[in-house]
């Protein structure tokens, strides 16, 4: 039989397996958010079969909304792709490169 642990013990442990549960769910919600976000915006610009120069709109473009272009398209993907890197560095623990750049001093 293990013995009962100590109030302290006890206390931290229960701390840390809390602490994981909280990350475990901001990681979640957070990979449901790109999986979301990469969703909307391949709705949104269509097939990559498409050569045109603007992307067709959903329903509701005639109310005198511009339309997106390919190039705002690409910007918005390769915004994307920063957010995932950065929740990646967020779920290893490592520093990002824009962290990094941003600690240098020039002289």
Sequence with gaps: MSQQRSGITKYISNI???TKTMIDE?????????????????RNVGTKDT?????????GA??????VTQAEAAALY?????IEELLRHIQTGTPSTEDKTAGK???
Aim: hydrophobic share 25%; proline share 9%.
């Design 16 to 18: 840390l397996d809390d």
């Design 26 to 42: 901001i990681l979640d919600k957070a990979r449901d958010f790109e999986t979301d976000a990469r969703d909307s915006i391949s």
């Design 51 to 59: 050569k045109q120069d603007v992307v067709p709109r959903q329903p």
């Design 62 to 67: 005639e109310l005198g909304q511009q339309p």
């Design 78 to 82: 390769t915004r994307l792709g920063h």
């Design 105 to 107: 001093s020039s002289p």
